[in-house]
């Protein structure tokens, strides 16, 4: 439940006591990944994300039934009510948010925590270990009022600019980077601005939550998506970024293609290519990338308190997925459990906890755009065919650039031995099925029969032992 007041003080006391601070969103990246890895290790599933209750289903159900400009409209709508009023982003503390996120997991001990970058197949091998993961990034949605003309990225560089100084003065443990994507959160950006923002330090709510939990030589993993963008500085700890991962590249935002003029087109924009903001440079991408001030700090803390620091490095987001599938894949035959089910997560489509009760293999895609497809196939391509793939798509409202055809995904499903199937999915309405934010929990137990027993968890001498058998065979790295 969100805390009802943006006043610091009391957002605070509300956040000890599991309400969530006004201004940061529900649907997002970081805080839908820390509710799934929180509500593995409370015991529980992951249904609705986290956040939407299982009787919406026939409002969504109605919602697809509608008019595609009207529901775009109540997409973009209810996008917006997620926001705060730009005054708000004076009332923000990095360290109130902090307070909501450790509240999330049980208070006890633990072999390891992670912290860093959010990544969906991190979720799932917090889960396999049993260890929490803590963020460096989360969003701040900000409402602008249609003041910013969703094709005007200039626009949206000079509104950020004008409203940030609050929010960075109060946090100086923040970096912001403000996202302006018109391309996969066209719905959601014609009401609300993008402010991400990442820790630079582990601030005293982090520190103090890694002293409770974590016994004296423990292992903090560093989890380091190095994924770049050319960026623009606005200011010290202002950074202005044009687009985002998806199926449009940082070149097309930039300087446009004929993939984008048809996009632009198809939705009657003024422009065919947009007038970007000058890049100065390449820097950690918005919601994925990860700034490495927090790992110098990591290392001081971790030094002082005779802690092991384990750093996870990888380039894309999906580069972890393949390692964490085949991970899985080996759990499973140590547990002397015979599955062969590849289960094939999109965005904040996750459900830990089933995972294991359906003896599943993971695999997490980023969103649903052609790379997620090619990293998708690449995996299959390399690995032993599984007998069955279910997958999850998430449902973003909008045919953007880059966008599979769910016949083109449909063909996933030749690469299983004995069948495929979608989790959640409605085919005909797709991608404007909301109702796949609830139904991807209720189909996954309704088409995968398997049932085992939850594990104990992974330990992290049996971790090391997948790792130097496998020996750099993935697009990670553990140092």
């Given at each position: 439940?969100?805390a009802p007041?943006?006043?610091?003080?009391v957002s605070?006391?509300?956040?000890?006591?599991?309400f969530?601070?006004?201004?940061?969103a529900?649907?997002?990246s970081?805080t839908g990944?820390?509710r799934?890895?929180?509500?593995y290790?409370r015991?529980?599933?992951f249904?609705g994300m986290g956040?939407?209750?299982s009787?919406?289903?026939?409002i969504?159900d109605?919602?697809t039934?509608?008019?595609?400009?009207?529901q775009?409209?109540?997409?973009?709508?209810?996008?917006?009510?997620?926001?705060?009023a730009?005054e708000?982003?004076?009332?923000?503390?990095?360290?109130?948010?902090?307070?909501?996120?450790?509240?999330?997991?049980?208070?006890?001990?633990?072999?390891?925590v992670?912290?860093?970058s959010s990544?969906?197949?991190?979720v799932?091998?917090?889960a396999?270990?049993?260890?929490?993961?803590?963020?460096?990034?989360f969003?701040?949605?900000?409402?602008?009022?249609?003041?910013?003309?969703?094709?005007?990225p200039?626009q949206?560089?000079?509104w950020?600019?004008e409203?940030?100084?609050a929010?960075l003065?109060?946090?100086?443990?923040?970096?912001?980077?403000?996202m302006?994507?018109?391309c996969q959160?066209?719905?959601t950006?014609?009401?609300?601005?993008?402010?991400?923002?990442?820790?630079l330090?582990?601030?005293?709510?982090y520190?103090?939550?890694?002293?409770?939990?974590?016994?004296?030589?423990?292992?903090i993993?560093?989890?380091?998506c190095?994924?770049?963008?050319?960026?623009?500085?606005?200011?010290?700890?202002?950074?202005?970024?044009f687009?985002?991962?998806?199926?449009?590249t940082?070149?097309?935002?930039?300087?446009?293609s004929k993939?984008?003029?048809?996009?632009?087109?198809?939705?009657?924009?003024?422009?065919?290519?947009w007038d970007?903001p000058?890049?100065?440079g390449?820097?950690?991408?918005?919601e994925w990338?990860?700034e490495?001030?927090?790992?110098h700090?990591?290392?001081?803390?971790?030094?002082?308190?005779g802690?092991?620091?384990?750093?996870i490095i990888?380039?894309?987001?999906e580069?972890?997925?393949?390692?964490?599938?085949?991970?899985?894949?080996w759990?499973?035959?140590?547990r002397?459990i015979?599955?062969?089910?590849?289960?094939?997560?999109?965005?904040?489509?996750?459900?830990?906890?089933?995972t294991?009760?359906t003896?599943?293999?993971p695999?997490?895609?980023?969103f649903?755009?052609?790379?997620s497809?090619?990293?998708?196939?690449?995996?299959?391509d390399?690995?032993?065919?599984?007998?069955e793939?279910?997958l999850?798509?998430?449902s973003h409202?909008?045919?953007?650039?880059g966008?599979?055809?769910?016949e083109?995904?449909r063909?996933?499903?030749q690469?299983?031995k004995?069948?495929?199937?979608?989790?959640?999915?409605?085919?005909?309405?797709?991608?404007?099925?909301?109702a796949s934010?609830i139904?991807?929990?209720?189909?996954?137990?309704?088409?995968?029969s398997a049932r085992?027993?939850l594990p104990?968890?992974?330990?992290l001498?049996?971790?090391?032992?997948?790792i130097?058998?496998?020996n750099?065979?993935?697009?990670?790295?553990?140092?």
């Open positions: 439940m969100k007041s943006t006043n610091p003080v605070s006391i509300l956040a000890q006591n599991g969530t601070p006004p201004y940061i529900d649907f997002d970081a990944m820390l799934a890895t929180s509500a290790l015991g529980e599933d249904p956040v939407v209750p009787a919406f289903e026939p969504t109605l919602i039934k509608l008019p595609r400009s009207l775009e409209q109540i997409y973009i709508a209810g996008s917006a009510g997620e926001a705060i730009p708000q982003l004076e009332d923000v503390r990095a360290e109130v948010v902090a307070q909501w996120m450790v509240n999330q997991y049980p208070q006890r001990s633990y072999p390891a992670a912290i860093g990544c969906g197949a991190l799932n091998l917090c396999a270990l049993g260890i929490p993961w803590l963020p460096q990034t969003l701040i949605p900000v409402k602008h009022g249609g003041e910013i003309d969703i094709d005007e200039k949206a560089l000079n950020g600019r409203r940030s100084q929010l003065e109060n946090n100086p443990e923040l970096i912001l980077h403000q302006h994507d018109p959160d066209r719905l950006s014609q009401g609300m601005a993008y402010f991400r923002v990442k820790r330090g582990l601030g005293e709510t520190e103090r939550f890694l002293q409770k939990t974590l016994p004296p030589g423990g292992t993993f560093l989890v380091e190095q994924r770049t963008w050319p960026t623009t500085k606005v200011s010290d700890r202002h950074i202005f970024q687009g985002a991962l998806g199926g449009a940082s070149e097309e935002f930039l300087h446009g993939r984008v003029e048809d996009y632009l087109e198809r939705y009657n924009s003024h422009r065919r290519k970007a000058q890049p100065d390449e820097r950690p991408e918005a990338g990860f490495a001030d927090l790992r700090d990591v290392e001081r803390f971790a030094q002082e308190r802690y092991h620091v384990r750093r990888f380039t894309e987001p580069d972890l997925s393949p390692f964490v599938a085949e991970l899985y894949r759990w499973y035959k140590q002397q015979v599955t062969n089910c590849l289960l094939v997560e999109s965005f904040l489509l996750t459900e830990p906890m089933w294991l009760k003896g599943s293999v695999f997490w895609m980023k649903n755009k052609q790379p497809l090619d990293a998708l196939e690449n995996y299959l390399n690995t032993d065919p599984y007998d793939i279910y999850m798509l998430f409202g909008v045919n953007s650039v966008l599979p055809s769910i083109r995904w063909q996933v499903f690469k299983a004995i069948q495929g199937n979608f989790v959640g999915v409605d085919e005909e309405k797709y991608p404007r099925h909301f934010m139904r991807y929990h209720t189909d996954l137990k309704r088409l995968i085992y027993p104990s968890s992974l330990t001498e049996q971790l090391e032992q997948f130097d058998q496998e750099g065979n993935f697009r990670v790295k553990f140092t």
